[in-house]
């Protein structure tokens, strides 16, 4: 089991960026999938990255596409998430969670075997 902490949310103004990092502990991290969600209030749990087991692989949704990166460093046992242009449509809580799986574009939630705690993000207009 994998267990996840996020971390470098914050308020940022329309137009900012913000990078945010989850640490993860579990010899199983390197060999396993991960994925970024988010939450907004009142809105279901959205998948908005993902990336293999090697890093060589990401997946982004349309919604933020060329705005946002994902990146991992298995030395390190983190994995990342560049947020760059951020909207006010942005704010919401974001979880990291490590996927069952090497590789994966699942946005079920039941693909996904650990969470992190989750980090809020408030983007300003």
């Known amino acids: 089991q994998v267990q996840l902490v996020e971390s470098g949310g914050g308020l940022v103004q329309a137009g900012g960026s913000l990078r945010l990092s989850c640490a993860a502990s579990g010899r199983t991290f390197s060999s396993t999938a991960m994925g970024w969600f988010r939450q907004a209030p009142g809105k279901e749990r959205e998948l908005i990255a993902t990336?293999?087991?090697?890093?060589?692989?990401?997946y982004y949704v349309d919604s933020v596409k060329g705005r946002f990166t994902v990146s991992r460093d298995n030395a390190k046992n983190t994995v990342y998430l560049q947020m760059n242009s951020l909207q006010p449509e942005d704010t919401a809580v974001y979880y990291c969670?490590?996927?069952?799986?090497?590789?994966?574009?699942?946005?079920?939630?039941?693909?996904?075997?650990?969470w992190g705690q989750g980090t809020q993000v408030t983007v300003s207009s």
């Open positions: 990336i293999s087991w090697t890093g060589d692989s990401a």
């Open positions: 969670a490590a996927a069952r799986t090497f590789y994966t574009t699942s946005s079920s939630t039941r693909d996904y075997a650990s």
